[in-house]
């Protein structure tokens, strides 16, 4: 719907002028015109490095026989753009003239005594961020590079949420925020800071495990085809059934991030990409992850997927962090994850 602002423009400054024809209108469709903006003069439809890509996820079954392997099963559906083209996107964004590229430190000074007290207000005035940067320095040059060498701070957020009042309609968006932004700036509901990445799949799927694994009522299930799957496994008593319906949903976690954490990530993470600032500078950009925001039932997958994410990023670095046993991970206890989140002071 149109505001009342807007149809009283269209009228004055379209319909109302003296060179408005109205048989310039005969024929016309949205839909059509639509098309032809998106194609280019050869008639192929333009496609942007940012643009949206479908994937699907695979999801190992382990078997209880160690010599039958593991059994495989693909999810389709995983929406997502590229992480590293996302980076290049917003660093081209009018709004990147607003970015702090460099971290410091914000200090008050009383007017009476002069002492001075540290202000902790943003994510760039952080210990986290000023040991990055300086991790940052230490790292060795590129060969033949005199760049200088900045941190995109990431902040990722994700929230599942049901799509209509009624019904079992669900999604599970995966936003990206730049912590190099004020969060003054950032908060803002018209600010268009807010970078939409990602899709997880079947959110059905990963939020039903959170009525066997923290009591959360919910009645969502995994998708009848994997159902079917570990129905057809033998020897599997009720206890095991269901703690194979839990590492299928937090598997279908881990697999997403693997694909968002892709090689063009990584070499980014390790080596930086070049990308001419807002102030016309060349700059080497290093993306680095700090923050991610969720409620308690996200935080909770979230915290099992960090540990393989870790490995993926520490393996980037040179690190060998490979799975204990079999090909697979260990993951940490409910126990253990639930005293990290109270430990974290996340627990609301």
């Given at each position: 719907?149109?505001?009342?602002?807007?149809?009283?423009?269209?009228?004055?400054?379209?319909?109302?002028e003296?060179?408005f024809?109205?048989k310039?209108l005969e024929?016309?469709?949205v839909?059509?015109?639509?098309?032809?903006?998106?194609r280019?003069?050869n008639?192929?439809?333009?496609t942007?490095?940012d643009?949206?890509?479908e994937?699907s996820v695979?999801v190992?079954?382990?078997t209880?026989p160690?010599?039958?392997?593991?059994?495989t099963?693909?999810?389709p559906?995983?929406?997502?753009r590229?992480l590293?083209?996302?980076?290049r996107?917003a660093?081209?964004d009018?709004?990147?003239?607003?970015?702090?590229l460099?971290?410091?430190k914000r200090?008050?000074?009383d007017?009476?005594?002069?002492?001075?007290e540290r202000i902790f207000?943003?994510l760039y005035?952080?210990?986290?961020w000023?040991d990055?940067?300086d991790?940052?320095?230490k790292l060795p040059?590129?060969?033949?590079c005199?760049?200088?060498r900045?941190?995109?701070?990431?902040?990722?957020f994700?929230?599942?949420?049901?799509l209509a009042?009624?019904?079992?309609?669900?999604?599970?968006?995966?936003y990206?925020?730049?912590g190099?932004l004020?969060?003054?700036?950032?908060?803002?509901p018209q600010?268009?800071a807010c970078?939409?990445?990602?899709?997880?799949p079947?959110?059905?799927?990963i939020?039903?495990?959170f009525?066997i694994?923290?009591?959360?009522?919910?009645t969502c299930?995994?998708p009848?085809?994997?159902k079917?799957t570990?129905?057809?496994?033998s020897r599997?008593?009720k206890?095991?059934?269901?703690s194979l319906?839990t590492?299928?949903?937090?598997e279908?976690?881990?697999?997403c991030w693997e694909?968002?954490?892709?090689e063009?990530f990584?070499?980014a993470y390790?080596?930086?990409?070049?990308?001419?600032?807002a102030?016309g500078?060349?700059?080497?950009i290093?993306?680095r992850i700090?923050?991610y925001?969720a409620?308690?039932?996200?935080?909770?997958?979230f915290?099992?997927?960090?540990v393989?994410t870790i490995?993926?990023?520490?393996n980037s670095?040179?690190?060998?962090?490979?799975?204990?046993g079999?090909?697979?991970?260990?993951?940490?206890?409910?126990s253990?994850?639930?005293?990290?989140?109270r430990?974290?002071?996340?627990s609301?």
């Amino acid at each position: 719907m149109k505001s009342e602002a807007e149809v009283q423009r269209l009228v004055k400054d379209v319909l109302q002028e003296d060179n408005f024809d109205i048989k310039h209108l005969e024929g016309f469709s949205v839909r059509k015109s639509l098309r032809e903006f998106d194609r280019n003069e050869n008639g192929e439809k333009i496609t942007f490095p940012d643009n949206w890509i479908e994937a699907s996820v695979t999801v190992n079954i382990p078997t209880k026989p160690r010599e039958e392997g593991l059994k495989t099963y693909t999810i389709p559906g995983f929406h997502y753009r590229p992480l590293v083209e996302v980076i290049r996107a917003a660093f081209a964004d009018v709004q990147a003239g607003a970015f702090h590229l460099l971290p410091f430190k914000r200090l008050w000074k009383d007017p009476l005594d002069d002492h001075q007290e540290r202000i902790f207000d943003e994510l760039y005035t952080s210990d986290a961020w000023l040991d990055a940067q300086d991790n940052l320095q230490k790292l060795p040059k590129e060969p033949g590079c005199s760049l200088e060498r900045v941190i995109a701070g990431l902040m990722f957020f994700s929230d599942a949420t049901h799509l209509a009042n009624f019904g079992t309609a669900k999604a599970w968006p995966l936003y990206l925020y730049f912590g190099n932004l004020t969060k003054y700036a950032r908060s803002l509901p018209q600010s268009g800071a807010c970078h939409l990445v990602g899709f997880f799949p079947s959110v059905s799927s990963i939020v039903g495990c959170f009525s066997i694994a923290i009591d959360v009522n919910c009645t969502c299930q995994l998708p009848d085809g994997i159902k079917d799957t570990l129905s057809s496994l033998s020897r599997v008593s009720k206890t095991g059934m269901a703690s194979l319906h839990t590492h299928c949903r937090r598997e279908l976690f881990h697999s997403c991030w693997e694909i968002l954490l892709d090689e063009e990530f990584l070499h980014a993470y390790r080596h930086g990409i070049i990308l001419k600032c807002a102030d016309g500078v060349l700059r080497r950009i290093f993306p680095r992850i700090f923050t991610y925001s969720a409620d308690y039932p996200e935080k909770y997958v979230f915290l099992l997927a960090s540990v393989k994410t870790i490995r993926l990023l520490m393996n980037s670095q040179g690190f060998n962090c490979n799975y204990e046993g079999h090909g697979r991970m260990r993951m940490p206890s409910l126990s253990h994850t639930k005293k990290f989140v109270r430990f974290s002071g996340s627990s609301k």
